[in-house]
């Protein structure tokens, strides 16, 4: 059984900085892919960042520079280091793994509230 839990979340000013964690289990971590999603409020779910099993990464344009993906295999974890945070990046944010075979997980959710 994955299982996916995500830390970190919660209140920052603008232009602070989160970082947010997601621990895996129940899988042989270092072969799937990861990846972090957000929602806000009345919206889609849209794609963050993604890591490969190699690291390969890969961002949405609205956070390119401003944050990092990586990942720890001896951990089983995947990070997101969130620099220079906006007020648009409030949301519920998801971690997302994907094995070879294209079975996908989600965790539970982390809000993330970005408000002076």
């Known amino acids: 059984q994955v299982q996916l839990v995500e830390s970190g979340g919660g209140l920052v000013q603008p232009g602070g900085s989160l970082r947010l964690s997601c621990a895996a289990s129940g899988t042989i971590f270092s072969i799937v892919s990861m990846g972090w999603y957000r929602q806000a409020p009345g919206k889609q779910r849209d794609l963050v960042a993604t890591?490969?099993?190699?690291?390969?990464?890969n961002y949405a344009d609205s956070v390119k520079g401003r944050f990092t993906i990586s990942r720890d295999n001896a951990k089983n974890t995947v990070y997101l280091q969130m620099n220079s945070l906006k007020p648009e990046d409030t949301a519920v944010y998801y971690c997302?793994?994907?094995?070879?075979?294209?079975?996908?997980?989600w965790g539970q959710g982390t809000q993330v509230t970005v408000s002076s």
């Open positions: 890591i490969t099993s190699g690291g390969k990464t």
């Open positions: 997302k793994l994907v094995r070879p075979t294209g079975v996908t997980y």
